[in-house]
């Protein structure tokens, strides 16, 4: 029995083995997708349950209107809700707001863009609907048929048959069994789907996340759109970096940007952490009604460089002080992005030297938000954070 195999048979010890190789590494992702994190619009975060074909259509419009899609925004995914039971032959049927979903599929390709969708390895979705159980490879080549590009597939219903298992090992076992399945029968249609897992960080799966097929996997619970539960989610994440790479990444969840529930100097701080994380750039508003501020917070440039970075190496915290934050991310041309964050509620000054950070003698640094260089800057550097803001910095030798 080779050792890849021994891991996926035997859970536990994958988590034991892993922990000690650097298994997103060792392990090639099976469909060669996402080399870059996934960019897009997901339903969920300001939709929830009125999501239906107009919906999904205006925001395609929107997607292309706003210039999103040529900043990068591709993919348009349909989240829970869209689900109706099954015919007699085991097909699963949209509900009544998705009247066609190839028809919906095809407007989406139409405008150059991806069509997304949802589904659990449960009986059940999160929101009651129903989940794949049993009809993996039907629910795949359905998928397929339809035209659709990105599943993402959420662990909810699948936790009865967990908690029904006489250890947790077994249950680790149900589960990693039910991500493979999907991911077989996925490959197996010879349709090219990004497979997203989300189980919420649970048995750490950014150790064996690429082993069941994922291109990405939610590393946490759901986000909200208030600073509290955005921070507590991203700064979470330092330590996770080597797990991450081309094909296959960690996804601290989607973005909150222009729902309304944070300052612009948080959703800045929510735009430059996902950068530095590598993390898949899903946007959670309404594309057709946003304001100018907040299409300039998606669409910014720079910022998007550093997320798509060619190199693929996820940042990490570097150092704290009290609520001062100082995180990196090493770039292909050699640069490093550099997020300096500040989780007080009021403004603070903090000094950076540049040499903790690697870097010898003065350097040049570019604040991407502002989009300008910053002057006299020697290897040194003393930033003024705004209240939960950040100060974002490409900076070079
Ligand atoms: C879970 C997921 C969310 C969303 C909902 C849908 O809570 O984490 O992102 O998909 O289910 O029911």
Known sequence: MSLLHRISVFGATALALCSALPCAQAQNSSNQLAQRPPMGWNSWNHFRNKVDDAVIRAQAEAMVSSGMRDAGYVYINIDDTWEAGRDANGNIQTNSKFPDMKA?????????????????????????????????????????????????????????????????????????????KMDVALRNTGRPIIYGLCQYGQDAVWRWGT???????????????????????????????????????????????????????????????????????????????????????????????VDQDAAGKQGDRVSTEGPIEVWSRHLADGSQAVGIFNRHHSALTTTVDFGTLGFTGPVKARDLWKGEELKNVKSSFQATVPAHGVVFLKVSQ
Request: aromatic residues 8%; glycine residues 10%; negative net charge.
């Open 104 to 180: 919906l599929a095809d407007f989406v390709h139409s405008k150059g863009l991806k069509l997304g969708i949802y589904s659990s390895p449960g009986s059940q979705t999160c929101a009651k609907f129903e989940g794949s159980l049993g009809h993996e490879e039907q629910d795949a080549k359905t998928y397929a048929a339809w035209g659709i590009d990105y599943l993402k597939y959420d662990l909810c219903g699948l936790k009865e048959q967990m908690k029904a298992a006489s250890n947790p090992e077994e249950a680790h076992k149900i589960m990693i069994d039910s991500y493979k």
């Open 211 to 305: 082993e069941v097929g994922g291109n990405l996997w939610r590393t946490t619970g759901d986000i909200s759109d208030k600073y509290a539960k955005m921070a507590e989610i991203g700064f979470s994440q330092a330590g996770l970096a080597r797990f991450a790479g081309p094909g296959h990444w960690n996804d601290p969840d989607m973005l909150e940007v222009g729902n309304g529930g944070m300052t612009t100097d948080e959703y800045r701080t929510h735009m430059s952490l996902w950068a530095i994380l590598a993390a898949p750039l899903l946007a959670g508003n309404d594309l057709s009604s946003m304001t100018p501020e907040t299409l300039a917070l998606l669409t910014n440039k720079e910022v998007i460089a």
